[in-house]
Nanobody, 120 residues
Framework: QVQLVESGGGLVQPGGSLRLSCVAS????????MGWYRQAPGKERELVAT???????NYADSVKGRFTISRDNAKNTVNLQMNSLKPEDTAVYYC??????????????WGQGTQVTVSS
């Protein structure tokens, strides 16, 4: 059974930085796609960034130029470097990997989430 554990969330002032990490355990499979999503209070969960294969990335327009997704296949880890944080980035951030290992579907694996709060 695949388990995803996120870490690195916290409280940061506007303009600050945080680095989130997500470790996939229970498998040695290298996922074709790994990604980060977020959900703010009263809003739907939304895509933040995904990484497909070794280098193909996709970002939400709201985070382009500020966030960087990366992965370490040897550790089965996906990271999210978040710079120039804004109050509107406040949300619970979730890691997601595909259950079939290749493509996102409705029954994918999700982490438990890590809270990011941007406030002065």
């Amino acid at each position: 059974q695949v388990q995803l554990v996120e870490s690195g969330g916290g409280l940061v002032q506007p303009g600050g930085s945080l680095r989130l990490s997500c470790v996939a355990s229970g498998t040695t499979f290298i996922f074709h796609i790994m990604g980060w999503y977020r959900q703010a209070p009263g809003k739907e969960r939304e895509l933040v960034a995904t990484m497909t294969g070794p280098a193909s990335t996709n970002y939400a327009d709201s985070v382009k130029g500020r966030f960087t997704i990366s992965r370490d296949n040897a550790k089965n880890t996906v990271n999210l470097q978040m710079n120039s944080l804004k109050p509107e980035d406040t949300a619970v951030y979730y890691c997601r990997v595909p259950r079939d290992g290749y493509y996102y579907r409705s029954n994918d694996y999700w982490g438990q989430g890590t809270q990011v709060t941007v406030s002065s």
